[in-house]
């Protein structure tokens, strides 16, 4: 019954602070989870913007030597865009002064180039492009200056060099006044080596239909085919991805997507160069990312760590103090309980206890066999009155320390009246042996003898009755056990007698006496 109080009482607390650890423990589950979400976004965001600075960087690249042709074309709108010596050398100083390996203007049918060589502008084969770039220069603009730029696979000059071509125009006629400069791609190679991350990403300038205008960085199969959207097909990617991707870029708003292609696991952060729909997209190994992301993610995922083991560490003391309180508070309990269930004068079980005691043996019993006894002390008044009470209180005392050292400690032994004692003896395997502990009872009185200065010797009447045999519960096997003394002291003093026996002494108490060697 007090185990199981002990347990409920502290399965009280147990339930709950677990409930409480759980609670705690899921949600920094959570904030580990959205940490580590919101890290992965700020690293996506950190690369996004890489991408954004390439395609800044580009863009003021070209801006910068556009920006100094604007000036040339007005001087081209004006008589003196007449004087072809002027222009060329205006062209030759563009040369020196920019990033441009050739500037070409364009007059009427003519086209001069800065060295003043002569150009068959109409058999470029990019001029279609060129009169789409000044025909939609001239329906998107006031007369003002109107800058386009067109990518030339080859320059269709003696050079036969890749470039991004500036087209440079006003009036939106391709036989008017139209400037052209020539920017070499190789240039964006050094725009692009600044930062190579792990020194296996790739660097490309893509346009609108994916096709790839210029490349830098390690090699890439996402690269090889020319085109990446149709390189992202081939490898299965969802169409969605590339749809949403693809939006995106129309929008002119940065991003990233992730695709394996062939061995290759990338990221791919891009973001809008302003001109053409043409994007920088940065190709980066997932395995750098993951790096990043796991640097970034450290000093959280140590602080979540940190604070998963302080609360099991204080939800853990708060538990082991709990556990220890209890335990300290069963074991005060237990030696309040204790002294409520100690006879004062003989320090054994009292009455109530040793009631208590038996029937809990008898309810858990399973199929053994034990042994009551009741003791009465033989002429207890008579010493009370001859001799004095204290006298008798120390033939009690005496009897109740000497008495316990004979039996074992998980016996029952306690004073239930003035002079009445029972001992109950547990899980006993045969009859002989419950004669045998009677003998050994029996014998205890041989030399039992109480006082300080005055020795007593004092005796006893036993009535004993066995369990189950006799009774199977208490109140039952203690009438027995008390008929049985009945019959002891009817036969005299210092007599021990089993239930079921008469007056008359039977065989089996014969030999109890037999071996005791003190009963009559």
């Known amino acids: 019954m007090k185990e199981r109080r002990t347990r409920a009482a502290i399965l009280q607390w147990f339930i709950p602070t677990c409930v409480l650890v759980v609670i705690i423990a899921a949600m920094l589950y959570n904030f580990s989870v959205e940490s580590s979400r919101s890290v992965a976004e700020d690293v996506d965001g950190m690369f996004v913007e890489a991408a954004y600075g390439y395609a800044a960087r580009m863009q003021y690249e070209l801006a910068r030597m556009s920006d100094a042709g604007k000036p040339f074309q007005y001087l081209m709108r004006g008589d003196i865009g007449s004087d072809k010596r002027f222009m060329t050398e205006m062209a030759e100083a563009l040369c020196r002064s920019t990033e441009a390996y050739e500037v070409i203007y364009i007059h009427g049918e003519e086209g001069f180039r800065h060295d003043g060589g002569l150009v068959a502008v109409t058999e470029l084969p990019y001029f279609a492009e060129i009169e789409d770039a000044v025909t939609e220069a001239g329906s998107n603009s006031s007369g003002d200056v109107a800058v386009r730029y067109i990518y030339a696979e080859n320059d269709g000059l003696d050079t036969g060099c890749r470039a991004i071509v500036a087209v440079i125009s006003a009036d939106g006629k391709t036989d008017g006044e139209v400037l052209l400069m020539y920017y070499p791609t190789e240039l964006l190679q050094g725009i692009f080596k600044e930062k190579s991350y792990d020194g296996h990403c790739f660097f490309a300038v893509m346009g609108m239909g994916g096709e790839i205008l210029e490349r830098a960085g390690a090699w890439s199969e996402f690269l090889a085919d020319g085109n990446l959207w149709e390189a992202l097909r081939e490898a299965g990617v969802d169409d969605a991805v590339i749809a949403e991707t693809v939006l995106r870029m129309e929008s002119r708003a940065g991003g990233s997507f992730y695709a394996e292609i062939r061995d290759e696991s990338r990221f791919c952060f891009f973001a809008p160069t302003g001109f053409n729909g043409w994007s920088v997209v940065v ?122 050292g004979i039996f074992r400690a998980s016996d029952i032994i306690g004073r239930v009246g003035g002079d009445e004692f029972i001992i109950f003896l547990k899980d006993l395997d045969s009859q002989d042996t419950m004669e045998k502990e009677a003998a050994k009872l029996a014998d205890f009185f041989k030399d039992f003898k109480a006082g300080e200065y005055v020795k007593y010797a004092a005796t006893a009447s036993i009535g004993v009755a066995s369990f189950p045999k006799d009774g199977r519960d208490f109140k039952t096997l203690y009438k027995a056990a008390d008929s049985a003394l009945y019959v002891a002291k009817k036969r005299g003093k210092k007599q021990l007698a089993f239930y079921g026996e008469e007056a008359s002494k039977s065989e089996g108490m014969k030999r109890v006496e037999a071996e005791s060697r003190i009963l009559d």
Not at 304 to 312: I, K, N, P, T
């Open 283 to 404: 190709g980066v190994n997932r395995s750098y990312v993951d790096r990043v992301r796991n640097r970034e993610w450290k000093s959280t995922k140590e602080m979540v760590c940190q604070l998963l083991a302080a609360v099991f560490i204080f939800f853990g003391l708060v538990m082991v103090l709990n556990i220890f309180n209890k335990i300290k508070a069963g074991q005060e309990n237990r030696k309040l309980e204790e002294k409520a269930d100690t006879d004062l004068l003989t320090s054994l079980n009292n009455k109530l206890a040793t009631e208590r005691k038996i029937e809990e043996y008898i309810e858990k019993e399973h199929g053994g066999q034990a042994v009551l006894f009741i003791m009465d002390i033989d002429d207890f008044k008579k010493i009370n009155d001859t001799m004095g009470h204290a006298f008798g209180d120390e033939v009690l005392r005496t009897f109740g320390h000497s008495i316990k």
